[in-house]
């Protein structure tokens, strides 16, 4: 059994983090003081997507959800720097857009060949001891650790390109029209929900003119589809990106007039611009007696409308030519079908806060103690090794210069209370006490 078409999945991005810079110190024969000479961590690899025109659908997604880049080296002596974590790049098909989990917000809306963004930023390398060189503190012990590297939750969701999409009620017939049209073979079958995923097909309009349009059936859909009812609503996305819309109607079926209003209810409750796309309605199975009756006083109804409509029967062949003359007549050149259905896609740019150096203390949400948020200063924490006692003390001088520590003393912070700064807690001891 071949396996379900995915379109919509979560994954966890990890970047590299960053390498620590080494605290060493140049020891060489005849050179009784080198001095430091500790080298700078490599930058750790950071997490990219990238279109990949041989991606159809997020496959590659259904048993991995968590990706991790791989870490920067550390530094090393003789001021050698750490390697470079390597970038990773996971391939995502045409028509995927990224949505950050927490915020909801859209990071990119990938949809042209080779397009890429980054989801995940790798840490920076930490600087080695020999940086931090004076000349009153000429054999400083203290180097910075790497960063961390960005995670967040990622989700991936797929609005397949194509050139033309079919839509209509279960059982109209699409899946055995999408085979007469093209070399695709869905499952097909007399009854309805047969088809429970998209089916992708190249069209040969019969036309020597190289245009070879891409049609997307979409899984049928019923009354109350854009509200969530049934098997189509998760596929309503499908048919946003295509250039033009085939209306598939079962022309045997009760009151097909009816089923063509239900169809184009859902496709404007989901979004009225699909009704504002090219629409060919295509009554089908005129094979059948109940569809030959129906087509007249159906046809009648749809030259009221101003609805383009014409009659087929996809199980017999019978009109197929002029469907693929009418199709091509409503699709651009070979120049325009080269080119996305929808504009080359977006990648959101979010610049950094204007302030970086700006900070804020608030009581701790979670406990007692004080929560300290800022950009630069909380890269200054997780970059500090408060093991260290000349860096703990170098990141306590920190808090003093940036007014952090009269900020937190006005707040009123107490020996023993905990800071929280970023992912880093202290215990708060003032300053004067480390003197």
Known sequence: MPPMFLDDVRIHVRAGAGGDGASTMRREAHVPRGGPD???????????????????????????????????????????????????????????????????????????????????????????????????????????????GEARDVKLELRLIADVGLVGLPNAGKSTLLAALTAARPKIASYPFTTLEPNLGVMDLGIEDGRRPTIADVPGLIEGASSGAGLGHAFLRHVERTRILLHIVDGSSRDPKWDHGVIRDELEAHDPALLEKPILTVFNKMDLEAAREAWPAFEAAMRKAGIPALAISADAGEGLDELRTAVGGMLPDVAGLAEPPDPAGVVVHRLEASDPDGFVVEPDQEGDGYRVRGKRIERFAVQTNFDNEESANRFQRELQKSGIEAALKKAGVRPGDTVKIGPVELEWEPLEDLR
């Open 38 to 148: 500790g080298g700078d961590g490599g930058r750790g690899g950071s997490i990219y997507l990238k279109v990949d025109a041989g991606q159809t659908a997020l496959h590659d997604f259904r048993y991995r959800h968590h990706f991790t880049a791989t870490p920067g080296g550390n530094g090393e002596n003789k001021k050698m720097h750490g390697k470079a974590g390597a970038d990773l790049y996971l391939a995502v098909p045409p028509g995927t857009a990224v949505i950050d989990v927490e915020s909801g917000a859209l990071i990119a809306d990938l949809v042209a060949v080779g397009q890429v963004v980054m989801v995940a930023r790798g840490g920076r390398g930490g600087l080695g001891n020999v940086h931090f060189a004076t000349s009153t503190h000429q054999a400083p012990k203290h180097a910075q650790r790497g960063e961390p």
